[in-house]
C-alpha cells in the first residue's frame, strides 16, 4: 500500500486526541491522502500541505455542486451528509446556495451580498461592533469568573451578524439557540431547528416586504436581497434567498466567537506573546492574523467533486471523488511557515495581504473575512484593556470540549478576570 493509499480517520480517537500530529502525518505521506469521514460512504481526499490547497481551492475542475459532474451517481458527500442529519425533502432545497455553487451562479450570489462585507463597509461599522462588545463586557461585570465563548464571543458576534442582516433584537436569543443546536450536529435535534430557523426566516422575509410597501423597510441586508428577488431583475430566487440568510447567519455566528475564544486561550498559554501585544496594541491587525493562522475556528473548507479526472501534485483524482482541504494543515505547513507551530504575534508583516489560509483561497474566499478579522481585533482589544490581568479559571487540559470531524472545539473557556476594574 503506497502513501496514497493509506486511509486516515478523521474521528478516530489517535487523530482526535493530537490533530496537529495527525494533520502532520498526512502532509509527510502525500500530497493528497485518503480519509474516512465519519457518515459518508463515498471515496473523500484531503489536502493537507499548504500548495496544494490553494491549487485546489483555485481549480475549476473541483465542483462545489455535485450534480455538475458528469456521470457521478449517487447522493455527492454533502448530500450524504445532510441525509444523515435527517433533513426533510422540503427543507433541502434551502441547503444550497453560496457555499454549493459554481461558476456563474456562484459569482452571481455572492455579488448580491459583497457589498455588506466589504473592507470599507465593515470599517464604518466599528463603532457599533465596539458598542455591542462593550455591552457583552457590561453584562459580567462584578462577576468573579464568567466564560468568554458564552458570555462573550456568542453575544458579540451573534449580535453583530443578526443586526446586520436585520434580524430584530426580540428574536436572537432563539436564533443563538437554533445556532448551537446546528452546531452540535445532532441529527435528533438538528433537523427540526433547521425547519423552525427556515420558517422564521420566511416570515421576516414577508414582514420586511410589508414594510417596504408602505416605504419603511430598514437599510439592512435583508431589505436589500429583498430588492434583488423583488425588483432587480429577479437575480434571486425565493430559495436562494433564504438559503442565502441561513448561510451568512450561521457563518457568522459560532466562527467568531470560537476564534474569540481561541485566541484568549492561545495567549493566556502564550504569556511571551501576550506580553509582546500589551506592549505595542497597535500590533493587533498582525496579532490576529497570526492567531487565525494557529487557531482558526474552521479546520476545513468546503467538500468538492472532481468534475474529470485530475492530477494534482502527482496524485490521480477519479472523476466524482470528493476532496476535502485541511486549513488547519496547510497553516501548519513547515515548507509555508518558519516553525509553524510556535505563535508569534508578529509573523505576518505589517501592511501585507494575509498568507494564512484560514478563510480558504479562491473563489469561495470567505465573505465575511473583514468582519471576522474586525470583530477578532475590538473583541481582544477590549478583553484586555477591561481585564489586565485575566487568568484561566481551569487548567487548560481541564476545558471542556467537543469533537467534530477532524477538529476539537472549546465548549467553554472559564476566566478569572482578577483584577479587572
Avoid at 457555499?99 to 452571481?108: F, N, P, S
Avoid at 501534485?313 to 472523476?319: A, D
Amino acid at each position: 500500500m503506497t502513501a496514497s493509499d493509506t486511509v486516515f480517520d478523521l474521528g478516530s480517537p489517535e487523530f482526535m486526541d493530537d490533530t496537529p500530529r495527525g494533520y502532520a502525518r498526512m502532509r509527510e505521506g502525500a500530497p493528497l491522502v485518503r480519509i474516512a469521514f465519519p457518515g459518508v460512504d463515498y471515496t473523500t481526499w484531503m489536502a493537507t500541505r499548504y500548495d496544494v490547497v490553494r491549487d485546489v481551492l483555485n481549480d475549476p475542475r473541483f465542483l462545489r455542486d455535485a450534480a455538475r459532474v458528469p456521470g457521478l451517481e449517487g447522493a455527492g458527500v454533502l448530500d450524504q451528509i445532510v441525509q444523515a442529519f435527517g433533513v426533510t425533502d422540503e427543507y433541502k432545497r434551502y441547503m444550497r446556495g453560496l457555499l454549493t455553487t459554481d461558476g456563474d451562479d456562484h459569482a452571481r450570489l455572492r455579488k448580491l451580498v459583497s457589498r455588506a462585507f466589504t473592507v470599507r463597509r465593515v470599517n464604518g461599522l466599528r463603532p457599533r461592533i465596539r458598542a455591542i462588545a462593550e455591552q457583552a463586557l457590561d453584562a459580567v461585570e462584578g462577576r468573579e469568573e464568567f466564560d468568554v465563548l458564552r458570555d462573550y464571543g456568542f453575544p458579540l458576534s451573534g449580535n453583530v451578524i443578526c443586526e446586520l442582516v436585520g434580524i430584530e433584537e426580540s428574536e436572537r436569543a432563539q436564533w443563538r439557540a437554533w445556532m448551537h443546536t446546528i452546531a452540535e450536529g445532532a441529527p435528533e435535534r438538528y433537523n427540526d431547528s433547521f425547519m423552525q430557523m427556515v420558517d422564521a426566516v420566511l416570515r421576516d422575509v414577508a414582514d420586511r416586504r410589508a414594510l417596504a410597501a408602505r416605504g419603511e423597510a430598514p437599510d439592512d441586508l435583508l431589505t436589500a436581497l429583498i430588492h434583488a428577488r423583488d425588483e432587480d431583475g429577479g437575480r434571486l430566487s425565493e430559495d436562494e434567498l433564504v438559503a442565502m440568510v441561513l448561510i451568512i447567519v450561521q457563518g457568522g455566528h459560532h466562527t467568531t466567537a470560537h476564534f474569540v475564544a481561541n485566541s484568549v486561550l492561545a495567549l493566556q498559554r502564550n504569556p511571551d506573546q501576550l506580553s509582546v501585544l500589551r506592549g505595542d496594541p497597535g500590533l493587533m491587525p498582525r496579532a490576529v492574523h497570526e492567531l487565525l493562522r494557529l487557531h482558526g475556528p474552521a479546520p476545513m473548507a468546503g467538500v468538492a467533486h472532481a468534475k474529470e479526472d485530475v492530477e494534482v501534485h502527482g496524485v490521480r483524482i477519479p472523476r466524482g471523488d470528493a476532496v476535502v482541504c485541511a486549513l488547519t494543515g496547510a497553516n501548519r505547513d513547515p515548507a509555508a511557515f518558519d516553525e509553524p507551530e510556535r505563535l508569534d504575534l508578529t509573523r505576518e508583516p505589517a501592511g501585507r495581504r494575509e498568507t494564512h489560509v484560514s478563510f480558504g483561497h479562491g473563489p469561495h474566499y470567505c465573505l465575511g473575512a473583514a468582519l471576522a478579522r474586525t470583530e477578532g481585533e475590538i473583541a481582544l482589544e477590549l478583553l484586555m484593556e477591561r481585564y489586565p490581568d485575566l487568568t484561566l479559571a481551569v487548567a487548560p487540559e481541564d476545558l471542556e470540549r467537543f469533537d467534530q470531524p477532524g477538529s476539537r472545539h472549546l465548549a467553554s473557556l472559564p476566566v478569572r478576570p482578577r483584577g479587572g476594574t
